[in-house]
């Protein structure tokens, strides 16, 4: 049975627990958040009784995998020591690896353990055609996320336009995936996963929008290269627990999970 430590338990973490429940060849025997309101307690105690609630990884734990679902600072916190000991681990804050020597300090991290991290698609789908076109040359990538206007409230896009009467689509951003990160950093996971599978934070392109006319999150990206030419959208629906968060994380987290623990796995 493979015996798993998980990294929060806010709204992607608690969903994740219960779609882990059913299946019995893994076990969440750790809980690792930083205080522990009774929503937490009464969570955990439906959907993984015999699970341990701590704050960090006890010293003598030894978990098969470490699977993190709370935000960029719990990578420098639980992820690294984590890889560093020897236990490999599953990433949802893909966007953190935006920060200038993330994805080194990972790295390493791995190869001091000699173990693997594996960084998971999330709310994007394509990521395994657009890493395979990657193997020969890529020409461009180019990302497009459409939001609604007030799921924009509280980061840089209301000193570029007034959300609360926008009557027409706005572009709100277009650079790179690395300034995107940097201005809209909770936005951040989708063009930080397409730039880790293609051309990098530099070389990839972002348009975001604010946009009256969708009610989902909107996804799109093209790609073109030796291979040819892709192009993907995606409708995502939000979480119901947290509407600022795609329900696909989490079952790209839990697929992730369940890939490791089968005998087979897609």
Known sequence: MMKIALIGCGAIGASVLELLEPHTNLSVDWVLVPDVPPVVTQTVSRFAPQAQLATQLPPGARPDLIVECAGHAAIEQHVLPALARGIPAIVASVGAMSAPGMMEKLEAAAAKGNTQVQLVSGAIGGIDALSAA??????????????????WMGTPAEQRCN????QEAFCIFEGSAREAAQLYPKNANVAATLSLAGLGLDRTQVRLFADPAVTENVHHFSAKGAFGEMELTMRGKPLAANPKTSALTVYSVVRAVLNRADRVSI
């Open 134 to 151: 990657g193997m020969g040359e890529l020409d461009a990538v180019i990302y497009t996320g459409r939001k609604p206007p007030l799921a």
């Open 163 to 166: 959300l609360a009467s926008l």
